[in-house]
């Protein structure tokens, strides 16, 4: 491979592994935590929650061995700041729910949960944070877009200056 290509595969494996780490891991509203005995799993779909649109909220809950729950009682409370939004108050859900929610601002937003140990009778409680951006998408997008166009630039002008011929000057 000549050496005027290395760069250009560099540029395009940067945007390849950048779209690949925004795909499976997204920033802002993914989180696991061990509470009590349980570990909880919280994600959201869409992986960046859009601010007005209504958002699915997972929670899975498994035993300290990884075993999903069959049934679990839970209640979820959502705080913006020291404002309480919404809650879910407890119910006994399978070990793999979804709850619907629109998030009506931008920013952080706190899910506090509260789990009902039935083997200890305690109630344990853990905070996970989902973050809300509503530029998100679209600062991201025209990102790789302006990446790839440059990209694709690049490959023009290489294409170009090899294929043109050195002058031939005769003396």
Do not use: C
Request: charged content about 20%; proline content about 6%; aromatic content about 14%.
């Amino acid at each position: 491979m000549e050496k005027k290509y290395i760069l250009l595969f560099v540029y395009f494996a940067f945007f390849i592994g950048l779209i690949t780490y925004e795909v499976e891991n997204p920033p802002f509203s993914r989180d696991a935590a061990r509470v009590g005995n349980y570990e909880i799993h919280v994600s959201t779909t869409p992986s960046v929650p859009d601010v007005g649109k209504e958002t699915k909220v997972h929670f899975v809950v498994s035993d300290h061995s990884g075993t999903q729950l069959d049934n679990v009682r839970m209640g979820v409370k959502v705080y913006y700041g020291d404002q309480i939004m919404k809650e879910f108050p407890p119910a006994t859900h399978p070990g793999s729910w979804d709850a619907d929610y629109v998030f009506h601002k931008p920013g952080n937003h706190v899910f506090e949960v509260d789990l009902f140990d039935p083997d200890t009778g305690n109630i344990d409680t853990y905070d996970f944070n989902i973050t809300t951006l509503s530029l998100y998408d679209s600062i991201f997008l025209s990102l790789v877009i302006a990446g790839a166009g440059g990209a694709g630039g690049i490959v023009i002008v290489l294409f170009i200056l090899s294929k043109r011929k050195k002058p031939n000057f005769r003396y």
